[in-house]
């Protein structure tokens, strides 16, 4: 079974300028995530999808952050213009659904997109 | 918002020592996650525990949810082991998890 993949792996942008990060959950996976990691800490979620409807978006910082999963499937996440705190190692997990009785399903995760804006 | 902490900050073991991590969270949880990050940043899911004790291999963890705790117990430690692990958890009421500030285990050979 593929794990859930992500790409680019690295990126070095100039502040203000846009960035893209794109996810491919596992297959039949229905819930996608997007963490943002900063270096020395544990994943902060920024979005959760289910299938392609925005479960939690609370932490989004939304004036520069975006994502959307239009079929359900890939996801991507743009941050439109990036600052310099935006350096960090973006994650994307996926877990079968949101689970039962409102418990998350066991989450996995892709390598990451680790981002240095200068 | 609920606080999720994780001690030791740093541990250092030599190959073979056994260790115990502690995760505390100030609420109640529907869920409690395990997780090994590795020197290249991969997450790994080791453990989905929302209560009781469960073993794989060298690693087992038990979560005493009224008591708002779990602990990883790690036997036979090998350098493989290094890395970061992670407690997460998900509040009552949250469809989400929130992470711990995690424990850096390096083990020496």
């Known amino acids: 079974e593929a794990g859930v993949a992500q790409s680019p792996r690295y990126k070095i942008i100039e502040k203000r300028q846009s960035v893209a990060f794109w996810c491919n959950p596992i297959s039949g996976h229905a819930t996608l995530y997007w963490y943002q990691q900063i270096l020395g800490q544990g994943p902060k979620l920024l979005i959760q999808f289910q299938n392609n409807g925005v479960v939690d978006d609370s932490q989004l910082p939304k004036d520069r952050f975006s994502a959307e999963r239009l079929k359900g499937v890939d996801s991507t996440l743009k941050i439109q213009p990036a600052k310099l705190e935006d350096s960090a190692v973006y994650l994307c997990?996926?877990?079968?659904?949101?689970?039962?009785?409102?418990?998350?399903?066991?989450?996995?995760f892709g390598p990451g997109t680790r981002l240095t804006v200068l | 918002g609920i606080q999720v902490e994780q001690s030791p900050p740093d541990l250092i073991l030599q190959e073979g020592a056994n260790s115990t991590l502690r995760c505390n969270f100030s609420d109640s949880v529907n869920n409690l996650q395990w997780f090994h990050q590795n020197p290249w940043g991969q997450l790994i899911n080791l453990f989905y525990i929302p209560s009781g004790t469960k073993q794989n291999g060298r690693l087992s963890a038990t979560t005493v949810a009224t008591e708002r705790y779990s602990l990883l117990y790690i036997s036979s430690s090998q350098t493989t082991d290094s890395g970061v692990y992670f407690c997460a958890v998900e509040p009552v009421g949250a469809n989400n998890l929130f992470f711990g500030t995690g424990t850096r285990l390096t083990v020496i050979p």
């Open positions: 997990a996926s877990s079968l659904s949101l689970g039962t009785s409102g418990r998350t399903d066991t989450q996995y």
